[in-house]
């Protein structure tokens, strides 16, 4: 009887995907990965999305969608009948998505699906989650608008039990995105991709997912840690907690309980971290957190978590020059440029898979940072930096770059910024503060970067100061690009194609001395480009030899100047990006431009500690 039943489970469930399937495949045309044909359209990308708070009961939502592109920007209306299938959550722009248009700052995305819930929701919330929408959306239940969300890189919840009905439940998603004709964070997003500026993305590009919760529920957690006095404070958020309700958290190292406490709710937690194991790059160790709601000696919700005891700082060394240190050592950071862009999903990974590909290619290179560029990952991305112990630089994404530009003083008046509209500002301020909060807890994160260049820049001092403010635990990178205002912890030089540094005489005594980008060494692969022609990196070549050649003598150049004063040095670029060739992978990533085995082992004279003498 058991394997009757499971046989029928089984051949349903390949009937449903043998259906999807019929309704999707990728849109032909351009390169694509290997993963690619790996996406199955029944569960694309099934794993749990939020590792840093970790529930049982949750109903995956990706897969084949109806939609409908429509005219008209502010119409609320949704379509009486949809065009076809799309596959969340890739973008509407994507191969992957099935799909393949551009929507434009004229028309609206629509989505559409039905959900089958459990029957038994007695004294449950369910929770409509989204990994991430660009740009604005707003989201109906059974007919019924539930929420509305602005922004394209963070996370939000929905709780849409007062919407449900009996039996199927029905999810409508309407989506406006601007690309870049409006003010709104987007990268290097752009209508007419060339150059440096790419596809735009649009829509649903993270995962969708439902949670159910008792009514009384954890709603946030935030870990500190902190390293000279061996504790980690656990700040924890309840919703409709009970006043003798107690939070209890519980620390582990593997099997072995190394600190528990209960506050009430909307107290700080402070546990006692005895010789704590710090993370690192070279031992990336993480602690497993428990977070538990308890009524009446009962536990009513419970989420698994995990955090790292780690610490970034700034310190003068011998010569008076401010260093960059992790846990009190100085660590030479050295780390790509990374998009995070695919040629089969654009700004979402084919597969997850394929999303800590490139984390794991970026570690065997021998770099110890990525420098996260005017994108934010999908949290499952930073779960693996923390696994396997790679620093992370997280840009803001870049928005309201247009013409109209002011030239103001800076430090000896090389600093640039623009004026913003109060929408504007409220946009990047809001976003900004959603993107610290969602990723806060990942101990990955050692560097916030507000600024790429003069992008956007605006309110320079303000913008930093407050980010500073908000996470003391962190260092800020004011403005990445040389638009050098007297703020933040680093001043960060660009300079292509051979590295450079900012002046210490200049600067080195009051901000670490940072080279933001360099490089871009330009290698076309034929068969692995975008497009034929029209290429381009900062340098070109036609060998991977020439190019390793010419890279070998940029490594020498920066040992030199670790010794002057550097920091830290980031090239461009970790894999080619649409017309862009300078990557060390080709788009694709099906060539390694250069053996791992061969800079793995050029960069290792770059982690020497007798490169700089610190003050005891």
Not at 252 to 271: F, I, N, R
Not at 435 to 453: G, K, L, Q, R, T
Request: proline share 7%; with cysteine.
């Amino acid at each position: 009887m058991k394997r009757s039943l499971l046989a029928l489970i089984l051949f349903g469930s390949i009937q449903l995907a043998t259906a999807q399937s019929q309704d999707w495949k990728p849109v032909e045309g351009k390169i694509s990965t290997t993963w690619a044909t790996q996406v199955n359209p029944a569960a694309p990308l099934p794993e749990y999305p939020r590792p840093q708070m970790v529930r049982a009961n949750w109903q995956n939502l990706n897969g084949l969608w109806d939609y409908a592109i429509k005219a008209g920007a502010q119409d609320q209306t949704k379509p009486a009948t949809f065009e076809g299938k799309i596959l969340v959550p890739y973008a509407v722009e994507s191969a992957l998505s099935g799909v393949g248009r551009t929507v434009g700052k004229d028309s609206v995305l629509w989505y559409q699906r039905t959900v089958k819930l459990p029957n038994k929701l007695k004294n449950q919330n369910v929770l409509l989650h989204f990994g991430a929408v660009d740009w604005q959306c707003d989201v109906y239940v059974n007919g019924k608008k539930a929420g509305s969300h602005q922004g394209g890189y963070d996370p939000f919840s929905i709780d849409i039990t007062p919407h449900l009905v009996k039996g199927d439940q029905q999810i409508a998603v309407r989506v406006w995105d601007p690309s870049s004709d409006g003010p709104q964070p987007r990268g290097k997003q752009i209508k007419n991709p060339h150059g440096i500026w790419y596809t735009p993305v649009t829509g649903i590009w993270q995962t969708v997912w439902l949670e159910t919760v008792p009514t009384s529920y954890i709603s946030d957690i935030r870990n500190i840690p902190n390293i000279d006095n061996k504790t980690l404070t656990v700040a924890v958020q309840g919703h409709n907690d009970e006043p003798n309700d107690l939070i209890r958290i519980t620390a582990m190292d593997g099997t072995t309980q190394v600190a528990q406490q209960e506050v009430a709710p909307g107290s700080e937690a402070v546990l006692q971290i005895s010789s704590p194991k710090l993370w690192s790059p070279s031992n990336p160790f993480l602690y497993d957190l428990t977070v538990s709601l308890v009524r009446n000696g009962k536990v009513i919700d419970e989420v698994k978590s995990y955090f790292g005891m780690r610490k970034i700082s700034v310190k003068p060394d011998a010569q008076g020059i401010q260093r960059m240190l992790l846990n009190d050592q100085f660590v030479f950071q050295f780390g790509p440029l990374d998009q995070g862009w695919w040629p089969d999903g654009l700004y979402t990974a084919p597969t997850d898979e394929a999303l800590r590909f490139d984390i794991e290619k970026t570690k065997d290179m021998g770099f110890n940072m990525i420098r996260k560029h005017v994108k934010v990952e999908p949290a499952r991305w930073y779960y693996y930096c923390d696994k396997m112990g790679m620093l992370v630089w997280q840009d803001m994404p870049s928005g309201d770059m247009g013409n109209r530009w002011e030239a103001r003083p800076g430090v000896a008046g090389l600093g640039t910024e623009k004026d913003r509209t109060p929408e504007s500002e409220k946009i990047f301020r809001t976003e900004w503060k959603a993107i610290m909060d969602a990723n806060y807890n990942f101990p990955s994160i050692v560097v916030w970067v507000p600024f790429n260049e003069a992008w956007g820049q605006f309110k320079t001092k303000d913008i930093t100061n407050w980010t500073m403010q908000y996470d003391p635990t962190r260092l800020v990178n004011s403005a990445s690009g040389g638009n050098f205002f007297p703020v933040g912890h680093m001043i960060d030089l660009h300079n292509y194609p051979a590295p450079a540094m900012p002046d210490p005489e200049l600067f080195g005594t009051k901000q670490v001395l940072v080279l933001g980008e360099y490089g871009g060494l330009g290698l076309p692969v034929e068969g692995h480009t975008w497009q034929q022609k029209n290429n381009w990196g900062y340098q070109t070549f036609k060998t991977s030899d020439e190019m390793f050649d010419r890279y070998k003598t940029f490594i020498d150049n920066i040992t030199g100047l670790i010794k002057d004063g550097l920091s830290a040095a980031i090239y461009t670029q970790t894999t080619d990006v649409e017309v862009e060739v300078n990557g060390l992978m080709t788009y694709d990533r099906k060539v390694q431009k250069v053996p791992v085995e061969k800079l793995h082992q050029v960069h290792q004279k770059l982690y020497d500690k007798s490169l700089v003498k610190m003050n005891k």
